[in-house]
């Protein structure tokens, strides 16, 4: 059977109800599908990353506009037994560790659609030790989305990704990025904690970064831009800073109307699958342009299992 029905069957069935997802819902909804193909698909070894891929490719989208921004979230599994990709993960949503699954996203936007690129599950060795650490998914992530063509306005992230490496790597390919800093970067030679700033960016240097940066404080925090014109504001750097609020707005669709968070199988690799189609289902709702995706959740609702 065609890969293409699973992943519809279960993308609408996860948008289809608002309790808790099973397999089972497939089956009662789709005839030609029960809920143990959809569970053994989903067990099946399959590359979702080149499932991802050639959506993207199938899309007619100028990729020459719009942003590309990373960040993570923690898949919540307070409960997990035995599934390969649960740690303890600090979640700031919580403000403490917990057990969950590290999902990190590299999305592009151009304010109207919002397209994943490239995702993955954080995963260690048999001795503990990252497989790939997130700073190298980031330059990883952005060097594939290049190759397929994407060439970003800008390039936005939170101060744990403003690695030396990565800023150091998108000025060299000419890429502009507006970031978050930690507080205790040196800049021109003075920790940011330790300067005053005027109510506009400063020119200089960060320590280990070969090229000049724009940075700013802004409500106890720093930001920092390798835009170096000069004539560049606070508030102009911010603003294009908070464009990455949209992966904010990702993961949180992703969790309250596609289960995120509900798939239990102990592999890996059914989690990564799962992912994928969480995503698929999502794109679905966002396809329905003239609703928000919560009034499209409701129209799948009342077109597959009649709420009213």
């Given at each position: 059977?065609n890969?293409?029905?699973f992943?519809?069957a279960?993308a609408?069935?996860?948008?289809?109800?608002n309790?808790?997802?099973?397999y089972s819902?497939?089956?009662?909804?789709?005839?030609k599908?029960?809920?143990?193909?959809?569970?053994?698909?989903l067990?099946?070894d399959?590359?979702e990353q080149?499932?991802?891929?050639?959506?993207?490719?199938?899309?007619?989208?100028d990729w020459?506009?719009?942003?590309?921004?990373?960040?993570?979230?923690?898949?919540?599994k307070?409960?997990?037994?035995?599934i390969?990709?649960?740690?303890?993960?600090?979640?700031?949503?919580?403000?403490?560790?917990?057990?969950?699954?590290?999902?990190?996203?590299?999305?592009w936007?151009?304010g109207k659609?919002?397209?994943?690129i490239?995702f993955?599950?954080?995963?260690?060795?048999e001795?503990?030790?990252?497989i790939k650490?997130?700073?190298e998914?980031?330059?990883?992530?952005?060097?594939?989305?290049?190759?397929?063509?994407?060439?970003p306005?800008?390039?936005?992230?939170?101060?744990k990704?403003a690695?030396?490496?990565l800023?150091?790597?998108l000025?060299?390919?000419k890429?502009?990025?507006?970031?978050?800093?930690?507080s205790?970067?040196s800049?021109?030679?003075?920790?940011l904690?330790?300067r005053?700033?005027q109510?506009?960016?400063?020119?200089g240097?960060?320590?280990?970064?070969?090229?000049k940066?724009?940075?700013t404080?802004?409500?106890?925090?720093?930001?920092?831009?390798?835009?170096?014109?000069?004539?560049?504001?606070?508030?102009?750097?911010?603003?294009?800073?908070?464009?990455r609020?949209?992966?904010?707005?990702?993961?949180?669709?992703?969790?309250?109307?596609?289960?995120?968070?509900?798939c239990?199988?102990?592999?890996?690799?059914?989690q990564?699958?799962?992912?994928?189609?969480?995503?698929?289902a999502?794109?679905?709702?966002?396809?329905q342009?003239?609703?928000?995706?919560?009034?499209?959740?409701?129209?799948?609702?009342q077109?597959?299992?009649?709420?009213?």
């Amino acid at each position: 059977m065609n890969n293409n029905i699973f992943l519809r069957a279960i993308a609408i069935s996860l948008l289809s109800n608002n309790g808790k997802f099973s397999y089972s819902q497939t089956g009662e909804m789709f005839s030609k599908v029960s809920s143990y193909q959809a569970k053994r698909w989903l067990d099946k070894d399959w590359d979702e990353q080149k499932e991802l891929e050639k959506y993207i490719t199938s899309l007619n989208i100028d990729w020459s506009k719009g942003w590309l921004m990373i960040d993570d979230t923690v898949i919540e599994k307070p409960y997990a037994k035995n599934i390969e990709c649960v740690y303890w993960q600090y979640s700031s949503k919580n403000g403490n560790f917990i057990q969950g699954i590290s999902l990190t996203v590299l999305l592009w936007c151009d304010g109207k659609q919002n397209i994943p690129i490239k995702f993955m599950v954080y995963e260690k060795d048999e001795n503990g030790k990252p497989i790939k650490t997130k700073n190298e998914f980031a330059i990883e992530s952005l060097k594939y989305a290049l190759e397929l063509g994407i060439r970003p306005n800008k390039v936005c992230f939170d101060s744990k990704y403003a690695s030396n490496n990565l800023l150091n790597w998108l000025d060299n390919n000419k890429l502009t990025y507006y970031s978050q800093l930690q507080s205790n970067r040196s800049f021109n030679g003075k920790q940011l904690k330790m300067r005053r700033f005027q109510p506009y960016s400063e020119l200089g240097m960060l320590k280990g970064v070969g090229h000049k940066v724009n940075v700013t404080k802004h409500c106890n925090r720093y930001y920092v831009t390798n835009s170096t014109e000069n004539h560049i504001t606070s508030q102009q750097i911010v603003k294009e800073y908070r464009v990455r609020w949209k992966i904010e707005v990702l993961f949180r669709n992703l969790k309250q109307l596609c289960h995120l968070e509900e798939c239990q199988s102990q592999r890996t690799t059914t989690q990564k699958h799962y992912v994928y189609v969480c995503m698929r289902a999502l794109l679905l709702l966002e396809k329905q342009n003239q609703r928000s995706v919560y009034e499209a959740k409701k129209y799948f609702q009342q077109k597959f299992i009649g709420v009213k």
